[in-house]
């Protein structure tokens, strides 16, 4: 008689183009791998990287069942009663609780794995640049209810210790599991061409940052920075993503006279083509978790420079080892770095072994041992 193989449900909000869903869908490719069945459970079925799911993957369409994320609870029960999932992995703080909810109305034998991508001090300003997003509560239901789950995790060594620190949990409650980041997809991606006059061979230096378009990312003191350097150094400088504040920052990129200079492109499915051939790579935000785009930066051999921001820039960068860190918001000391890493560059090849440090295998085999099916890599 043939063994069952176990269930593991992923449970994401949607698919989109932010960095958790660009870690699930390099998780769930490499999961694929395992003598496993996978569910990726959403609450909405859309997203840019809907067509990346692994075809191995099945996916779970939860929207239309109920309004408001509350509600979404009972067909979440409905789904765990019927299909009896081994594991659930839940990725985004607003549905971790949900999660763990969904869990104690179930009745089943459920092993629950909370991944956590934002500290209490993120998840306020969060709320801040979003006020459509009402999750004042989460702070005291993440209190409530992480005890509950059978291991809670952080996506970077920072980010695990503040959220010890906020939910008074003993040293050592969070699991650190780094997102699973290179792969050869990666590399190959990174090598196809770009069709932009700008990364053309000869042109000036051009600088790149990519993400959502949002207060976050503080692209506006990026474009400041720029202007400031742009008084002694010829480039230019290109933002990747899409988002709610690209009105604000196209009207600073006029304000600076920077049109010919600076170019917003909007949302790309290969940000690597465009990383491997850019000159350096900035991170400008004002918090993160584990900045996945920093890492693939490194990983294309390309120069980095980030703020110092919590959580996760200094933890890739090793204090400043791979990349100049600056200090959140300001201009001339990232202007300044600008300068320094176009004049003295790191070898490209320390960056991509720093970058392989996250690799997907490495990833796994962590994310297996948190799921309780460390018997798969026997």
Partial sequence: ?????????????????????RVAINLLKELVKYPISIDLVLFEKKGNFLNETPPEVRIVDLSGTSSGRLRKIFP??????????????????????????????????????????????SLENKIKDDPKEKIGLLNQLRKIFYPKANVVAAVSQGLAQ??????????????????????????????LPVEHPWFESGQPPVFLAAGRLAVQKDFLTLIKAFAIFRQNYTARLVILGEGTERQTLEAEISRLNLES?????????????YMSKASVFILSSRF?????????????????????CPYGPNEILVNGKYGKLVNIGNT????????????????????????YDFNTKNAV????KAMNLDCLLE
């Fill in 288 to 308: 993160e978790a584990l900045p996945t785009v920093l890492i693939e930066a490194l990983a294309c051999g390309c120069q980095v420079i980030a703020t110092d």
């Fill in 365 to 368: 085999v962590e994310y297996l």
């Fill in 261 to 273: 200079d600076v170019s917003l492109l909007g949302f790309t499915n290969n940000p690597y083509a």
């Fill in 76 to 121: 979440l029960v409905k789904y765990l009663r019927q299909e009896k999932p081994s594991v659930l992995v839940s990725k985004l703080v607003q549905f971790n609780v949900i999660a763990i909810v969904a869990k104690l109305l179930s009745f089943i034998p459920l092993h629950v794995l909370l991944v956590e991508h934002l500290s209490f001090d």
């Fill in 162 to 191: 503040a959220l010890e620190r906020d939910l008074s949990m003993k040293v050592g409650t969070f699991k650190v599991l780094y997102n699973p980041v290179i792969d050869e997809s990666l590399v190959a991606k990174s090598q």
């Fill in 332 to 355: 001339h000391e990232l202007a300044d770095a600008m300068a320094e890493t176009i004049n003295s560059p790191i070898d490209s090849q320390l960056l991509k072994l720093r970058a």
């Fill in 1 to 21: 008689m043939l063994k069952k193989l176990p269930r593991v449900a992923f449970l994401l909000h949607n698919i989109d183009s932010g960095g958790v869903e």
